[in-house]
C-alpha cells in the first residue's frame, strides 16, 4: 500500500521558512508524479507544486511563485517544499500526494495522499 509521510509543519510568522518534507513508499512505479496540496479551513484543496521522478518540469501555483521551491531526492524517495517567505494565507494543512504518470496539479487527478502537516502563518 502507498505510504506518504509528510513532517515539517510548524508555527511560524510572516516572513519566515519552513521545509516540508514527504517520504514515499509502497510503489513501484517506474515513473510518478509528486506533489504538495495544502486546505485551509473553508477551502477546497488546492496543488500548491508538483515534480515528477523523471523530468525536471515542475508547477507552481501563481500564489507561490518565488516564494516555494519543490525538490526531490529520488534515491531517498523523498520530496521537498521549501516555503520561504511565508504569509498568512499560507496557513493550511500541507498533504503530500502521488500518482503513477505525469505530474499535475489538479487535485481530482491524485488517489494517494499522506496524513498532512500543519503549517500555521501567524503574527
Known amino acids: 500500500q502507498v505510504q506518504l509521510v509528510e513532517s515539517g509543519g510548524g508555527l511560524v510568522q510572516p516572513g519566515g521558512s519552513l521545509r516540508l518534507s514527504c517520504v514515499a513508499s509502497g510503489f513501484t512505479w517506474n515513473y510518478y508524479g509528486i506533489g504538495w496540496f495544502r486546505q485551509a479551513p473553508g477551502k477546497e484543496r488546492e496543488g500548491v507544486s508538483c515534480i515528477s521522478n523523471y523530468d525536471t518540469i515542475t508547477y507552481y501555483a501563481d500564489s507561490v511563485k518565488g516564494r516555494f521551491t519543490i525538490s526531490r531526492d529520488n534515491a531517498k524517495n523523498t520530496v521537498y517544499l521549501q516555503m520561504n517567505n511565508l504569509k498568512l494565507e499560507d496557513t493550511a494543512v500541507y498533504f503530500c500526494?502521488?500518482?503513477?504518470?505525469?505530474?499535475?496539479?489538479?487535485?481530482?487527478?491524485?488517489?494517494?495522499w499522506g496524513q498532512g502537516t500543519q503549517v500555521t502563518v501567524s503574527s
Open positions: 500526494e502521488v500518482r503513477q504518470g505525469a505530474q499535475t496539479l489538479l487535485a481530482t487527478d491524485y488517489n494517494n
